[in-house]
């Protein structure tokens, strides 16, 4: 009686330690290994053992459930076996618990093999499952008939066992296991109980940690979300700020550019209305100083064009406005022609330009936008030059390789160092150098050839060594050659155009010029009024008209020959040109250079409005005929 009772508060006060255990530790291995050691102790058993199979998790309902998926803990949650209603497959487990009486005892830790004796059908799994007990006396009566079994028992030193399954949310989580090594021993009900209780608790224990556990990595997940979030903001608000910044750098740099050459326009033009607008005046100044303002302000004109003409390309490319003008030309040609455009200037700087051509004949054919490749190394080429100090080199080369040309740019200039490279193609980046106050720029031009590289689907690339220099390096592949669209889709059009379009005329006689300007001024024209052959050319590359009419007889260079290189550009989509002729033998002559038509001198209104409306590229506003 005495016994009993003496037993029964034995068990009652370390039912009262685990539970103690539980509710003051969330920490499920101090309760597990705890409850382990007393269990053993209380017992008087060998070797006391909780057996861990995988469990699925427990399901509770949960408010952040999207949160928690996919942020198990490897550690207290495995993975949910797959799904089967009727029947869950057998799950593998390791002994992760252990208390022996002494070391004599062998530890059975992370020992595996288990599972292969016990899991050959999951029938004992099934068993725990339903809450039952294992109660064996003797292990060598108990499996006499499973001969593997018994010898892997006997190698353990297991004699006789106490099994009850730790069952939590209805799931299987594993088993406490008491083994008696040296003899058998008959398990007294008292015991049996006492095992099976002590699970039930162990179960609300592991139930507990495992929601607390999920409870920490939703916290840790919504902790990383709000990292990753306020990181994000400030990422954002990085970017924004530099966008900010780069856009004001660059209205400083804009303003600048566009400030200096009105200047001089405004500037200079006042000085000469100042001496000149007033009748009566006296006072006159030097011819050449006269040309020379004048050619400032033409310079300054020009400079303010080019810059727009930028700004606004850009704008289109980027708000995918832009299409392509698909011709056939010589990429030799065109090489000499842009070379031809930088001769004087790289003369200037005492900078040696070369051309380097290893172009089969065959091969000299290609079909891309004739005026955006030609843009596209204008612009590398006016960076060579203008980063290349005197007595360097700057090479523009072309060959073809699989239908691509590739045009490279070398110079032996300043460089670009390495930290900087990244912000090359940036809009509106104008490197930090030292050097950057010394040139022009706006940051554009780089920004805009690579658009309208990637335009053509080519690439871009370049290697710079600082004070050594730099190549850029351009594939353009073969554009397949589409009808010509009988709408003008010319971007330059689409922005500048006048709803009549825009004519230049080249013509060194005032009188005629004048009257001709005045005639297609009233009928809505758009006129620019060129007085030089030789500087013709440059100035319709940038002032990018729908017509030219041109005189045949023109300081410094023949109105021929102005005809032939324009044709000679690009063969779709030509510009229209009408030469001003007065017999017919300079009319013939022009048609063969290849003008589109001519106009008689003297001019006759109605004859040169109507041979105008006749190109076709825009209709008058007004008609000024009568
Ligand atoms: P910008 O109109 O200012 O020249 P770009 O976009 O053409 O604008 O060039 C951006 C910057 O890249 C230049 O300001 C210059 O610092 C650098 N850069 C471009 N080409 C070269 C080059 N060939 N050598 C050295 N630096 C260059």
Redesign the pocket.
Known sequence: MDDALHEQLEQERLLNQVTTQIRQSLELSVILSTAVEQLRGFLQVDRLLIYQLGVPRPKISDPLEDLSSGAEDPELFDPPAAPSPEKPPPLLGNITYEARSSDTILSLLEWREIDRCFSETSEYQEYYRRGSIRCIADVEAYYRSCPCLLEMLRQKQVRAKLVAPIIVQAELWGLLIAHQCGQPREWKNSEQKFLKKITEHLSIAIYQAQLYAQVQQQKHTLEKRVKDRTQALHDALLAAQCANRAKSEFLATMSHELRTPLTHVIGISSTLLRLYGQSGTTRTLPVEKQVNYLQTIHDSGEHLLALINDILDLSQVEAGKTVLKISEFSLSKLINQTLHTFRDRAKQRNVHLAGDIPIRPECDRFIADHRRVRQILL?LLS??I???PENGRVTLRVWVENKTAIFQVE?T????PEEQQPL?FEKF???D?PY?RQ?????????L?KQLVELHGGTIEFT?VVNKG?T?TVHIPAQPLVKKNPYKTSLQTDYTESPQGRLVVIEDDEETATLICELLTAAGYQVVWLMDGVTALRSIELLQPDAILVDLYLPGQNGYDIIRHLREETTADPLKIIALTTTEAERERSLTAGADGCINKPILPNQLLNQIEKLGFGKPAQNTEG
């Open positions: 612009n960076n060579a203008k980063f290349t110079d200039g300043i460089g670009i090359l980046q104008q490197l150098s950057r040139y022009g720029g706006t940051g554009l031009g780089l920004a050839t710079s730099t850029f």
